[in-house]
């Protein structure tokens, strides 16, 4: 059939014509509305999140890496890569970036909130994950716990220096510096500068082993005063090390004692 002879399909295509050239009409329309100097960014407004404060994003910062780098007008400016580019200040969590009308836009940030430095050099927020910032510009928050351990171990270096401080409680200690090695082997050093050897989660398990040491730590403190170190890696005591100093002398020794301290208590 001749198309010619087909006047319903003649006006379909006409229809389809007349819509495509409306279309591009209004496209080209909204492209040259979207770029105009009226719309351009005026201000950039920036603020902490709802439920947070910036206590380590400096001002400079801020604008150095956030908001001179922004382009576009209120209607081309790449909101994703603004994020990015407020995500990549150190100490910046994360980022909500949206538009204001006419020509602004309105930034809310969420900071890291410091948990313990790692040894990496890193730090760790309180929801357990890693960050790169200046380790001293978290001195306000008090001293941090130093934590370290293989990698991927985060989590549960983090769940241990928290069993931690409810076992050692008791002896009004806590742990300001935990290591777990390649071998996962657990080392603390206490507020007290003792140093436990806690040893692999094998056998005994650790928190028994270090409730044993807690329940006789006090009489054994009163006869040997300061400890360097405590093994508690065996199955039924532990093992001291002890710097006993001598006051008419000025001299020191070294005592290991056995871990049968532990076992005389029971």
Do not use: C
Not at 55 to 62: A, L, M, P
Not at 66 to 71: A, E, N, R, T
Not at 172 to 190: F, K
Not at 240 to 254: D, E, N, Q, Y
């Amino acid at each position: 059939m001749n198309p010619w002879h087909a006047p319903r399909l003649l006006n379909r295509v006409a229809d389809t014509l007349l819509a495509l050239s409306v279309l591009a009409l209004v496209a080209a329309a909204a492209h040259w509305f979207a770029h105009r100097s009226w719309f351009s960014l005026r201000a950039v407004a920036v603020e902490a999140a709802p439920g947070h404060s910036l206590r380590h994003s400096s001002e400079s910062s801020i604008r150095t890496l956030g908001v001179q780098p922004l382009s576009g007008t209120f209607f081309t400016s790449d909101l994703e890569a603004a994020r990015n580019r407020f995500e990549s200040i150190p100490w910046v969590r994360h980022a909500s970036v949206r538009r204001v009308w006419p020509n602004r836009l309105l930034v809310q940030l969420e900071e890291h909130r410091p948990f313990a430095t790692w040894g990496d050099g890193r730090l760790v927020n309180t929801l357990g994950e890693l960050f790169a910032a200046n380790a001293a510009e978290a001195d306000d928050e008090g001293a941090l716990p130093e934590l370290s351990g293989p990698p991927g171990s985060t989590a549960e270096v983090i769940r241990r220096w928290r069993e931690l401080n409810e076992w050692l409680a008791p002896l009004e200690l806590r742990p300001v510096a935990l290591v777990l090695s390649p071998r996962w082997a657990w080392t603390v050093r206490l507020s007290n500068g003792t140093t436990l050897l806690l040893g692999r989660d094998q056998g005994k398990p650790i928190g028994e082993r270090v409730a044993q040491m807690v329940k006789v730590w006090p009489q054994v403190a009163q006869r040997l005063g300061a400890t360097d170190t405590i093994d508690l890696r065996y199955p039924n005591g532990f093992a001291l090390r002890t710097t006993l100093a001598s006051t008419s002398s000025k001299t020191s020794s070294t005592k290991n004692l056995s871990a049968a301290v532990a076992q005389r208590q029971r």
